[in-house]
């Protein structure tokens, strides 16, 4: 079985610019959700998505973030305008009907941005 | 507010010297508790779910085991390539969103 797809992998950009995140989950999995990583630190959610509609979104940065999954697949999150503190691991994670799975979620690799 | 919390942050191994990771939790109800291993540049790897206070899993030199505050993980005789960031998480019952503690980075060195 595939798994999770991000791409880019790295991305290097000055403060105020934009730059979007790509996700492809596994084939079949209802529940999608995007984690922010900060060197150190543990995974934090940042949106989760059932098929095509938010679930949770509460500690998502709505003035800079946002995050769609049209057609209930494949998900991309936008930073307009990144700050210095967004230089993180962005880590794209899907799940067959949630977390109750057995084996929580499978994660992809991450995309590692870093703001300059 | 639900809480994970790992210790130690760091911890430094000669091959073939067990130890055990610990993984502290504060949830008003536990669906399940997870452990992953995170190797540099890649995203988190399931390793164990555990549901209840006793149960243990085993894989290879890792094991796994609950109590109703804690969790540990317990590693025998380890290999330079079990060299890794330690996650673990856990699953309220009331939400779908796994929340993570820091982890736990462990290197064993020859």
């Known amino acids: 079985e595939a798994g999770v797809a991000q791409s880019p992998r790295y991305k290097i950009i000055e403060k105020r610019q934009s730059v979007a995140f790509w996700c492809n989950p596994i084939?079949?999995?209802?529940?999608l959700y995007w984690y922010q990583q900060i060197l150190g630190q543990g995974p934090k959610l940042l949106i989760q998505?059932?098929?095509?509609?938010?679930?949770?979104d509460s500690q998502l940065p709505k003035d800079r973030f946002s995050a769609e999954r049209l057609k209930g697949v494949d998900s991309t999150l936008k930073i307009q305008p990144a700050k210095l503190e967004d230089s993180a691991v962005y880590l794209c994670?899907?799940?067959?009907?949630?977390?109750?799975?057995?084996?929580?979620?499978?994660f992809g690799s991450g995309t590692r941005l870093t703001v300059v | 507010e639900d809480q994970v919390t790992q210790s130690p942050e760091a911890l430094r191994l000669q091959e073939g010297e067990s130890s055990s990771l610990n993984c502290s939790y504060t949830v008003s109800g536990l669906r399940g508790l997870f452990w992953y291993r995170q190797d540099p540049g890649k995203g988190p790897e399931f390793l164990f779910t555990l549901y209840s206070a006793g149960e243990e899993k085993e894989k290879e030199r890792l094991k796994a085991t609950l109590t109703k505050k804690e969790s540990f993980l317990h590693i025998t005789a380890p290999k330079p390539e079990d060299s890794a960031t330690y996650l673990c998480a856990v699953l309220p019952y009331n939400t779908d969103k796994l929340i993570f503690g820091t982890g736990t980075r462990l290197q064993v060195f020859p």
């Open positions: 084939s079949g999995h209802a529940t």
């Open positions: 998505f059932q098929n095509n509609g938010v679930v949770d």
């Open positions: 994670a899907s799940s067959p009907t949630g977390g109750d799975a057995g084996y929580g979620y499978t």
